[in-house]
T-cell receptor, first 113, second 115 residues
Framework: DVKVTQSSRYLVKRTGEKVFLECVQDMDHENMFWYRQDPGLGLRLIYFSYDVKMKEKGDIPEGYSVSREKKERFSLILESASTNQTSMYLC????????????FGPGTRLTVT | KNQVEQSPQSLIILEGKNCTLQCNYTVSPFSNLRWYKQDTGRGPVSLTI?????NTKSNGRYTATLDADTKQSSLHITASQLSDSASYICVVSGGPGEYGNKLVFGAGTILRVKS
């Protein structure tokens, strides 16, 4: 059974803080993704990684960076958190290729005050 | 522009009743269409995935249909249960991209089942 876990379910940070969100998957998936989800909008892709140390920008990468030092772990970094980054952040993983299922973690609800 | 639009935005039905959720898309090229269920505070979980050649697929009380000509899909829920209360997200896979197909997400339909 695929399991994707995220380090925190809820997080409250102050404006300007550096924030780390961590995601771990246990299915040896090559692909990992970070999305944000806001009310009334579909999930939007921030970054994805198709291999260790490899990353590609998604649709909304501004204000974010990522790190993938190990295959099972993909971190999202907010260098200087801002209030407009208050959102639900979802991590997902999948096998390589286009038709494989993406498995999602439970999400981290981040509030920046 | 690649878009996925879902309707209605929200829906309230009585337990035991059926309902149908709609999804229209303009994603091209098209690879597959997925329906996800997202419980409050949880990540999305896949219900069905359909390729171009499939026009219906079932998963228990959930039946998805696809009309690739009109670029429309629907998700029909039969004999609803309280546990069906969730957001239902339509996702269209376009592409191909270099590392896999790009997914375009709808905003979701929030379903509430009342007793």
């Amino acid at each position: 059974d695929v399991k994707v876990t995220q380090s925190s379910r809820y997080l409250v940070k102050r404006t300007g803080e550096k924030v780390f969100l961590e995601c771990v998957q246990d299915m040896d998936h090559e692909n990992m993704f970070w999305y944000r989800q806001d009310p009334g909008l579909g999930l939007r892709l921030i970054y994805f990684s198709y291999d260790v140390k490899m990353k590609e920008k998604g649709d909304i990468p501004e204000g974010y960076s990522v790190s993938r030092e190990k295959k099972e772990r993909f971190s999202l970094i907010l260098e200087s958190a801002s209030t407009n980054q208050t959102s639900m952040y979802l991590c997902a993983s999948s096998l390589p290729g286009g038709n494989y299922e993406q498995y999602f973690g439970p999400g981290t609800r981040l509030t920046v005050t | 522009k690649n878009q996925v639009e879902q309707s209605p935005q929200s829906l309230i039905i009585l337990e035991g009743k059926n309902c149908t959720l709609q999804c229209n898309y303009t994603v091209s090229p098209f690879s597959n269409l997925r329906w996800y269920k997202q419980d409050t505070g949880r990540g999305p979980v896949s219900l069905t995935i359909m390729t171009f050649s499939e026009n219906t697929k079932s998963n228990g009380r959930y039946t998805a249909t696809l009309d690739a000509d009109t670029k429309q899909s629907s998700l029909h829920i039969t004999a609803s249960q309280l546990s069906d209360s969730a957001s239902y997200i339509c996702v269209v896979s376009g592409g191909p991209g270099e590392y896999g197909n790009k997914l375009v997400f709808g905003a979701g339909t929030i379903l509430r089942v009342k007793s």
